[in-house]
């Protein structure tokens, strides 16, 4: 991809296994529908079965619970 100052499109060239711009933009939009969280709620953990990305909810308090 050739960046050009002004201009709204692009194109990409895809070479390989794997069409990374895909997983790209795949990526992108799914982060877009999560609410665009910060950096700080992902993770990342690797094994010998592979690598997962995960992604920490936020925890909501919803205050002391009170008995009748």
Same mark, same amino acid.
């Given at each position: ?9 692009? %194109? ?6 794997? /069409?990374?711009?895909?997983? =790209?933009?795949?990526?992108? &939009? ?13 993770? %990342? ?6 690598? /997962?990305?995960?992604?920490? =909810?936020?925890?909501?308090? &919803? ?6």
């Amino acid at each position: 991809m050739d960046y050009v100052p002004g201009e709204a499109e692009f %194109l990409v060239q895809q070479h390989g296994p794997r /069409r990374l711009w895909d997983e =790209v933009s795949e990526a992108y &939009l799914r982060w877009l529908s999560l609410g665009r969280p910060g950096r700080d709620r992902f993770g %990342l953990t690797a094994s010998s079965e592979g690598e /997962r990305v995960v992604i920490r =909810v936020v925890a909501v308090d &919803l205050g002391a619970r009170r008995t009748p």
